[in-house]
Structure formats: structure tokens, C-alpha cells
T-cell receptor, first 112, second 114 residues
């Protein structure tokens, strides 16, 4: 079946550190992959997406590359800020239907 | 363009009561999906409505129900509330059925069951 596995949190980093949040998936066919972010007290916002293998999604300094050979879509940012503190969700949309499959979420805490 | 709105933002109910939550999608969006978010279970899909018809359903008991109106606004109802129903309920709207090509989320309704 389809599933998404994210690294467990919380992930705690100092400001300006390099960020990686791991996401791997299991899916048949060619899913689209997404990262959503949820700031405290808010709903989810789409951060970036990739629809085919080797695509790189990017937004607000965050990047993720769709790696079909390793079934991964790791989120990276070169220099995090306190304002990046949030919960990050990896998700996939299977090729065969459109309902999103969600990871468990990873809480990111950035200390000044 | 106005975003997805959810009302009320906060609710406190007691066990056994019922509750109705409302979601207004982005103008032009015909799909509304509902999710339950809890610290223990994470984000779980409840159901999706598209053009007033339920298109997908998650693994929740029949106490959870919903509907969609002709203007695409959607309501979710939970009857006979249990303590475990305490959660953040999120709705998301999209242009296409199944949440494609992109879902836009509302701020959620925080339900507390005492």
C-alpha cells in the first residue's frame, strides 16, 4: 500500500544551522510528493511540491528533491531561522487516486 | 481571494452531546476534505465532498458525518461525543475531486470534549 514515513521529532536546532528532515515513501506508480508546514495555532500550508522523479521543489529557502531510486523526498534548508519553528508534514498523492497520504509530522524547534 | 474559513474556531462540549462544524471553501473550489488532527494519531482523513456528494471516506465510525451544500460550503457533524473526539478538525478545499491539484487548509476548529 501507500505510506509515508518521516523522521521523528522534535528536531531542535540553533539559528543558522542546516536543516534536513527525512521523508521516505512507499507507493505504486508515480506519485506526486508534497511538504506542508503548520505554524502554531494555524492550519496547514503547502510549502513545496514535486510531481515527477528528479524534480526539485523549492520555496522560502526550503528545497526537496524527488528521488525515485531511494523513494525519498527529504526537506532541506541551508540556514534556519526562529520563524521556521513549526510542524512539517510530508505527503504523497498516489498515481491511481488523488487523496493525500500523510506522514506523522516532524516538529522543528529553532533556538536563537 | 479569501481563504478557507472554519467556524467556530473553538468549541467545548460534554460527552454525549453532538456538534456541528462549518467550512467555507475558497470561491470556485468544489471539493472539501475534512481531517482530524490529534497528538497521538496525527492527521487522519475523515471524508471528502465534491459537488454535494461524498467521494471518499476514511476509517471513522458512523458518528462522524458530513454534508455539502450547493454553494460548496460543508458541515461536519459528530454525534454522541466521546472524550477521544477532542482534536483539531481541519478542512481543506481544492478545485478537483480528491484534493487535486492542491489543497488549501483552513485554520481549524479546536474541539474539547469534557
Amino acid at each position: 500500500g501507500n505510506s509515508v514515513t518521516q523522521m521523528e521529532g522534535p528536531v531542535t536546532l540553533s539559528e543558522e544551522a542546516f536543516l534536513t528532515i527525512n521523508c521516505t515513501y512507499t507507493a505504486t506508480g508515480y506519485p506526486s510528493l508534497f511538504w506542508y508546514v503548520q505554524y502554531p495555532g494555524e492550519g496547514l500550508q503547502l510549502l513545496l511540491k514535486a510531481t515527477k522523479a528528479d524534480d526539485k521543489g523549492s520555496n522560502k529557502g526550503f528545497e526537496a528533491t524527488y528521488r525515485k531510486e531511494t523513494t525519498s523526498f527529504h526537506l532541506e534548508k541551508g540556514s534556519v531561522q526562529v520563524s521556521d519553528s513549526a510542524v512539517y508534514f510530508c505527503a504523497l498523492r498516489p498515481d491511481s487516486n488523488y487523496q493525500l497520504i500523510w506522514g506523522a509530522g516532524t516538529k522543528l524547534i529553532i533556538k536563537p | 481571494k479569501a481563504g478557507v474559513t472554519q467556524t467556530p474556531r473553538y468549541l467545548i462540549k460534554t460527552r454525549g452531546q453532538q456538534v456541528t462544524l462549518s467550512c467555507s471553501p475558497i470561491s470556485g473550489h468544489r471539493s472539501v476534505s475534512w481531517y482530524q488532527q490529534t497528538p497521538g494519531q496525527g492527521l487522519q482523513f475523515l471524508f471528502e465532498y465534491f459537488s454535494e456528494t461524498q467521494r471518499n471516506k476514511g476509517n471513522f465510525p458512523g458518528r462522524f458525518s458530513g454534508r455539502q451544500f450547493s454553494n460548496s460550503r460543508s458541515e461536519m457533524n459528530v454525534s454522541t461525543l466521546e472524550l477521544g473526539d477532542s482534536a483539531l478538525y481541519l478542512c481543506a478545499s481544492s478545485l478537483l475531486s480528491g484534493g487535486g491539484p492542491e489543497q488549501f487548509f483552513g485554520p481549524g476548529t479546536r474541539l474539547t470534549v469534557l
